[in-house]
């Protein structure tokens, strides 16, 4: 997916009035998200065990090079957890669960965006 992919995760959520909610910063990121993935969602959600690989490409700052590993925030982990409750919510695969290996990347690169490969195992 060609986007500048977001830099604030589901991990930044807000606590007010005893409860967890998303910044308005982290809800325009996920709804970036969820507008880039609609249309690539499968007929059917996939079940059993999945691969998931993500490569994270954001766009080149300083003297960063094309493809070189980004080793700043933010964390994968953090960024994965966000794009996989949307690919649940809009039917990739049945529960986040089935997901039994898993490969995530970030780079420096020409053409940001979102690299996302889902396969059966």
């Known amino acids: 997916m060609p986007m500048k992919p977001p830099t604030i995760t589901a ?44 490569k994270w490409c954001y766009p080149i700052k300083g003297k960063h090079q094309n493809g070189e590993y980004k080793a700043t925030k933010p964390d994968t982990d953090n960024l994965n957890k966000a794009l996989k409750d949307i690919m649940e919510d809009l039917g990739f695969f049945v529960n986040d669960s089935r997901i039994a290996s898993e490969v995530i990347e970030k780079f420096w690169a020409d053409l940001p965006g979102i690299y996302i490969r889902l396969e059966k195992l």
């Open 11 to 54: 991990q930044q959520h807000k606590v007010g009035n005893g409860r967890f909610y998303d910044p308005p910063e982290l809800k325009v990121a996920k709804a970036k998200l969820r507008d880039n993935l609609i249309k690539h969602a499968p007929e059917r959600p996939l079940d059993g065990p999945l691969r998931l690989i993500v």
